[in-house]
């Protein structure tokens, strides 16, 4: 019978229409600025640099080594190293930036940099309300407003935050023993031969200690 | 001509109804219409110049180039790594099997080996990528017929669920970036393969919900039967590939052909048209979905632990040795293949992409060719093309 087939997709519309009174599964639309997803945990959009600590700029992890830069598909990232070094989090002299932009009006979001960076001080945010009316100010986003603390990191990808966590606090840990071996080897080294200074590479010098 | 102005009757006004006539003597002004590129229909920055003959097509030409946005020079002035998310801009659709065609590409130029379980991961996303790539063209296929919204709100629904998933695997619903060299970029997050296969499990009841919707829809057969015949012989000939070629009767899937990756391992059947018409394709892509659900089925199923990339490669300083590769893959449109020059250094000497639609795009005019404006509307959406991958 002609105009079967369409009375068949008819019903097919009229129990879609119905189910969606009945059913959360046919009624899927997100009332998006009241009602929100949940974040998903890989999400990503734009990348920030992570800092250990209170201060910001003293916790940065990154040491400006430029590779992210160098990857960056786009290269919407800008770095300047700073010749003065600082500390990191194992109380090693680092470079830093003096200078670390990112354009995000041209970033594609392709989380490339947070690959590539081996000190783990990129990562990406999962912010995306970030409409503004200044095309240029406001998206070139510079050192400071890209800075977030670990606290952020850990908050928005538990999983990952946790896994660099222990990494970074497993490292601490084997420089803190190294450290602690090397002041105990000296420790133990400095009273039993504080003699043969001038002269450390004689085969002799045990004996002579000996004998002293 | 004359017997259809019957001006002074007003009974018979409908006679004012343009006819074309059907001994093809009369031949009124012929008429160059510019189709695009920002006609609705097109699909994104798409033209044709279109001469008419009244409303009938006789002559068609595709343009395109306006959203070309060079990828290739760009990818032979990057390093192999930053070539890998451009690729996702190629075909917005089917992020992850662009991905795959050019990792697959680079792992043949610097031989590296992908680890069984990343091997499995590809192949599931690759069909959750074709499932809602077809799902999703059904919608916009019916939309040119003027079917507005409904099927595509439908496709979408199902569409969303599946962009989910890309999303809390990859951490983006289109441009995915997911797949390295020798593997992929992370491990599934926990959870995900109870969703996939909750995801799967749901997508027949889809798929019964829209053939039921529209198969046997007497418009949906009138527009589409008979209209944009492609002969198998001009396909082969014009190097069409994927649905479209299949739609013709001509048997070639590089899944079966090529066996890339583990295809090898699943059993499924490959859909054939008889017509080559545009119901062909249409009814091609749903029966190319229900075995896609089958490969997903069975490897959600055998997914085996292991690692997820080769240890031999490299993330920085990545170097393949001097060489050429060629890798290709059936991407839901049809081939796509990456072919790649290696001279040494961190980049491609030469990158070159052989976009499906772009190929399938260049026999718009033969099946075109004495069909009314409407139905070239609806042939061009038969085609599925994605103006990214056309113009790169």
């Avoid at chain 1, 670990?150 to 896994?163: F, L, V």
């Avoid at chain 1, 031969?193 to 002293?212: C, D, G, H, S, V």
């Avoid at chain 2, 439908?154 to 962009?163: D, G, N, S, V």
């Avoid at chain 2, 289109?174 to 992370?186: D, W």
Wanted: charged fraction near 25%; include cysteine; glycine fraction near 8%.
């Amino acid at each position: 019978m002609l105009g079967e087939g369409i009375i068949k997709g008819m019903a097919e519309t009229a129990r879609n229409f119905l189910g969606s009174y009945t059913s959360d599964e046919r009624l899927t639309t997100v009332q998006y600025p009241e009602e929100r997803l949940a974040p998903k945990e890989a999400a990503r959009n734009f990348p920030f640099l992570v800092y250990d600590g209170p201060d910001w700029e003293k916790g940065l992890r990154c040491v400006a080594c430029q590779i992210c830069e160098k990857e960056c598909p786009p290269k919407c990232i800008y770095i300047v190293k700073d010749p003065a070094k600082k500390p990191d989090y194992v109380g090693k002299l680092q470079f830093q930036p003096k200078v670390f932009d990112i354009d995000t009006s041209v970033c594609m979001s392709c989380q490339i940099c947070v690959e590539v960076c081996p000190f783990d001080a990129i990562k990406m945010d999962i912010e995306y309300e970030l409409s503004t009316p200044d095309r240029f100010g406001e998206l070139l986003l510079n050192k400071q407003a890209l800075s977030k603390p670990n606290e952020y990191y850990r908050k928005i990808h538990p999983t990952e935050a946790a896994e660099v966590d222990a990494r970074f606090a497993a490292e601490k840990a084997k420089m803190e023993a190294k450290a602690k071996a090397e002041a105990e080897a000296k420790a133990a080294a400095s009273p039993r031969a504080p003699a043969p200074k001038p002269e450390p590479r004689q085969a002799p010098a045990p004996e002579l200690a000996k004998a002293t | 001509m004359s017997e259809t102005t019957q001006i002074d009757s007003p009974q018979r006004h409908f006679e004012l109804l343009p006819q074309t006539p059907s001994t093809g003597e009369v031949r009124g002004e012929l008429l160059e219409v510019s189709m695009g590129p920002q006609h609705p229909s097109t699909h994104g920055v798409f033209r044709m110049d279109v001469v008419l003959d009244g409303e009938r097509v006789t002559k068609l030409k595709p343009v395109f180039g306006y959203l070309h946005r060079n990828h290739e020079k760009i990818a032979e002035s990057a390093t192999y790594l930053s070539s890998m998310p451009y690729t996702d801009r190629l075909d917005y659709f089917c992020s992850l099997t662009n991905n795959w065609a050019y990792a697959l590409a680079v792992e043949k130029l610097a031989g590296l080996q992908v680890p069984e379980r990343a091997e499995y991961i590809r192949v599931i996303t690759a069909e959750l990528t074709r499932l809602q790539n077809h799902a999703s063209l059904g919608g916009f296929l019916l939309q040119d017929m003027g079917a507005s919204g409904t099927p595509l709100m439908y496709a979408f629904r199902e569409r969303e669920k599946i962009l989910d998933l890309f999303e809390s695997l990859t951490g983006a619903r289109m441009m995915c970036n997911y797949m390295r060299f020798g593997g992929c970029r992370c491990d599934l997050p926990a959870g995900w393969l109870e969703q996939a296969k909750r995801v799967t499990a749901a997508f027949p009841r889809f798929l019964d919900e829209f053939e039921a919707l529209l198969n046997d829809n007497e418009i949906l057969m009138a527009r589409t039967q008979g209209i944009g015949v492609l002969s198998g012989e001009l396909a082969t000939n014009a190097g069409v590939t994927g649905p479209m070629l299949r739609a013709s009767g001509v048997n070639y899937d590089i899944r079966k052909v090529d066996k890339y990756g583990i295809y090898d391992r699943f059993s499924f059947r490959v859909p054939l048209g008889e017509h080559g018409d545009v119901y062909d394709r249409y009814m091609v892509r749903i029966l190319e979905m229900r075995e896609s659900v089958k490969i997903l089925e069975a490897a959600l199923r055998d997914v085996p632990g292991g690692a997820i990339v080769d240890p031999k490669a490299k993330l920085r300083g990545f170097r393949p040795k001097p060489g050429e590769a060629y890798g290709r893959i059936e991407a839901p449109k049809g081939e796509l293949g990456f072919y790649l020059i290696s001279d040494g250094t961190p980049n491609p000497y030469r990158y070159h992409v052989r976009p499906p639609s772009f190929v399938n795009l260049t026999i718009l005019e033969d099946m075109c060719l004495g069909h009314v404006v409407a139905d070239v509307v609806v042939i061009l959406g038969s085609v599925d093309i994605v103006m990214g991958e056309v113009d790169r």
